[in-house]
């Protein structure tokens, strides 16, 4: 905007001079035009392209960060669309800058690391604990919410809100028995299945998270059936604001798109709100104090703590949100792999009949008597991490020095956990899926902790920002595997098609199919 006033203050003052007749005036637009050009070829020619050379042309730094110039004005917009992890860890490879790598997204200066040791540096370092804003979060409201507040008094207070009172192990274990409900009805879905049928699995699985958050986040259970037109508005809901945070938007990197609204985020998201605020309004109003879910201790708050109206949707929206399609997308990739490798199926059965037996349900504490079955998750962990960028990114709040390069203020940072959990110096065979290498003492990786101490494999990201949610994550996901295991077997209804596509989270691109049997005797009368 201050460029477009300076400009006219230039056009206004050379009209008052008496030499400027019409050719001249265009003559001199041509001229701004080409300055305007010659500059950002400059720009664009520095290490990283045009967002770096902005930032740097008038200083000389001796020591740039490798990457790719991409394109004059747009960068490398174009490693952001489709499978962007594995884009980036290809061109990391070619320019040798897997340790730390610079590109421009517009005018967004991003460095990305491929790296345990720089992504360890990154994630835990406080200067990184702040996020970049994208336009959609903000029009959602998000920036309200844990995931995308600014580092400060109120982001600190909503992650001590939430660790207390919705992640800590006291309330993960509260909500043990709606997990278990919650798992018999997804069995029931599934045993409507007969051995020829086809079974989608996602879409019980869906049904189910959603279904799971609704009950820890707002105390209310739903009939696990698709037809409940509470159930099926809000999937609709949280399917819609899934794909508008999921996009990428030109705006947020081409500051003058926005005024375009090109890919209609703006309007979609205008129109998403009100019926959000509505669907989350309607429950506070029926909730009744039953003295245990996340709204309650919300609208228990006082004092510094007390949260508005508005910033209670936000937060409650987020979670819902957050837990419902992470756990989705985890399970699904588990039971691919568990179809795609029958030995290994049958390896997990044999455990959960040694501790469980053929007679009765399977209980959490059955779980934690598991050793291969754990090993297994963290191996689907590693091949499919559910946020191969670690979901989102990082902002530079002041500047700082990552792995010996000068990182500006301003920077987003990237860790490309994809790509260190496939390569071949940090993992033996990285593409093999062998869950054993979880178990063999000699590497002693029997401990190997998933939260976030470990870049190996860190799906949850790390340091202050690391995910909330992540005990209660993985305690839902080896809860219903186990339970689905122990109940059926999965076998292929045609060939298992890992592909994958990445929106929030890295999904797989093909819903998969399956067919099922059930491993329990049938039942006499
Ligand atoms: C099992 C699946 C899950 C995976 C793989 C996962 C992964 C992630 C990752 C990679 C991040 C970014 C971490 C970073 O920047 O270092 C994150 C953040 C977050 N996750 Fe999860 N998550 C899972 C489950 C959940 C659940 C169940 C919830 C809540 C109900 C949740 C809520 C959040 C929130 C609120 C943040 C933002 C934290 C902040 O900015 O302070 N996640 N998650």
């Not at 869906?206 to 159930?231: I, P, Q, R, W």
């Not at 990786?445 to 005990?471: E, I, Q, Y």
């Amino acid at each position: 905007m201050t460029t477009n006033i300076e400009s006219l203050w230039i056009f206004a003052l050379a009209s008052k001079c008496k030499s400027f007749t019409s050719i001249n005036s265009i003559f001199f637009a041509i001229f701004l035009i080409l300055i305007w050009l010659v500059m950002n070829m400059i720009y664009w020619a520095h290490p990283g392209g045009p967002a770096w050379g902005k930032h740097t042309w008038k200083k000389i730094v001796s020591n740039p960060i490798p990457g790719p110039k991409g394109f004059p004005i747009i960068g490398s917009m174009n490693l952001m669309t489709g499978l962007a992890h594995h884009k980036i860890a290809n061109i990391a490879k070619t320019l040798k800058a897997s340790r730390l790598m610079c590109f421009s997204l517009g005018e967004t200066r991003v460095i990305v690391t491929c790296n345990p040791e720089v992504a360890k540096e990154i994630l835990n370092s406080s200067v990184f604990a702040d996020r970049p804003i994208k336009e959609s979060a903000y029009r959602l409201m998000f920036n309200r919410a844990i995931g995308f507040a600014s580092y400060g008094v109120y982001w600190r207070t909503l992650r001590k809100i939430s660790s207390n009172h919705l992640f800590s192990p006291k309330q993960i274990k509260i909500y043990e028995k709606p997990r278990f409900q919650i798992a018999k009805q997804l069995i029931s879905m599934f045993e409507k299945n007969s051995p020829n049928d086809i079974l989608r699995v996602r879409d019980g699985l869906k049904l189910a998270s959603l279904n799971n958050m609704m009950c820890c986040v707002f105390g209310k259970s739903y009939d696990f059936d698709c037809c409940n037109l509470e159930t099926k508005e809000l999937m609709k809901l949280v399917d819609e604001g899934y794909e508008l945070l999921g996009m990428l938007n030109w705006s947020d990197h081409i500051s003058w798109l926005g005024e375009f609204d090109l890919q209609r985020i703006k309007q979609r998201c205008s129109e998403l709100v009100p019926k959000v605020n509505k669907f989350v309004k309607k429950i506070l109003d029926e909730h009744v104090n039953q003295s245990g879910d996340f709204v309650d201790v919300l609208l228990s708050l006082h004092g510094s703590e007390r949260l508005s109206e508005n910033d209670m949707i936000a937060v409650l929206w987020e979670m819902i949100f957050r837990g419902t399609d992470t756990v989705t997308v985890l399970v699904e990739w588990i039971i691919a792999r568990m179809t795609l490798h029958p030995d290994i199926q049958s390896k997990v059965q044999v455990e959960i009949d040694k501790i469980v037996g053929q007679s009765r349900t399977m209980t959490e504490s059955d779980v934690s008597e598991m050793i291969y079955l754990p090993a297994v998750v963290k191996e689907v962990l590693r091949l499919h991490p559910p946020g191969p960028l670690l979901s989102w990114a990082r902002l530079a709040i002041t500047d700082t020095t990552i792995d010996g390069y000068q990182v500006p203020a301003g920077t987003t940072a990237m860790v490309n956990m994809w790509a260190i959990t496939r390569d071949a110096d940090v993992w033996a065979d990285p593409l093999m899926f062998k869950p054993e290498r979880f178990l063999n003492e000699a590497h002693s990786d029997m401990d190997f902790s998933v939260l976030g101490s470990d870049m190996r494999l860190a799906p949850f990201g790390s340091g202050r920002r690391s995910c909330p949610g992540k005990t209660l994550g993985l305690t839902t996901v080896t809860y219903w595997v186990a339970t689905l295991l122990h109940e059926f077997e999965f076998g292929p209804s045609s060939n298992v098609d890992l592909s994958e596509v990445l929106k929030l989270s890295c999904e797989m691109a093909h819903p998969l199919k399956v067919k099922i049997r059930s491993r329990r005797a049938p039942k006499t009368s």
